[in-house]
């Protein structure tokens, strides 16, 4: 019951700083031909982090420079080529509220990159929010509650495996 109403009350805080964000009308036109880096937050599900290693390396074939966004002792996890450009964060970088804390929001509201990928299929209030606190023009993610206010490109890939899923997404991604 607690929990839910954390949600709820970190639903509300995120949505009065996301409304601050325009919408501009944009054209995807070689999004992905045009952008060359990409801040990827990784998946919290350890199957989908495992299988999102794909995501990295299609990016990586492509001449195009993934910077992974994921806890610390995941980072470890990555693939050697990537970890030096992880940002990893811990627990005291997310606050009572399931949110980032005040110096992890300072940290991502200085970087810029091209293009914000989210790799969460899941709901993740903390991920979607920091995905929103980097400086890109362009914020994609999977299609999930509420992500209209997170994302200016969506994609529904209603897969239950992740590994498809992940390879869907690539397919799309080629298209722009």
Not at 13 to 19: Q, R
């Amino acid at each position: 019951m607690i929990e839910l109403i954390k949600d709820k009350i970190a639903g509300v805080i995120v949505s009065g700083k996301l409304k601050s964000h325009e919408n501009i009308l944009q054209s995807f036109d070689n999004i992905f031909t045009k952008s060359f880096t990409y801040f990827i937050v990784m998946p919290e599900d350890e199957s989908d982090f495992n299988h999102s290693f794909e995501v990295l390396n299609f990016l990586d074939s492509n001449r195009k420079t993934p910077i992974a966004f994921t806890f610390e002792y995941k980072v470890s996890l990555l693939p050697q080529k990537f970890r030096a450009r992880a940002i990893g964060y811990n627990l005291a970088d997310v606050s009572r509220l399931k949110l980032p804390s005040a110096s992890l929001i300072k940290k991502l509201n200085a970087m810029n990159y091209n293009v914000v990928l989210d790799l969460n299929r899941t709901e993740s209030i903390f991920n979607s929010y920091a995905a929103n606190l980097v400086k890109a023009p362009v914020r994609i993610g999977y299609q999930k509650n509420n992500s209209d206010k997170y994302y200016n490109l969506q994609f529904n890939i209603d897969e239950a495996s992740p590994e498809i899923s992940y390879k869907k997404l690539l397919n799309c991604l080629q298209m722009f």
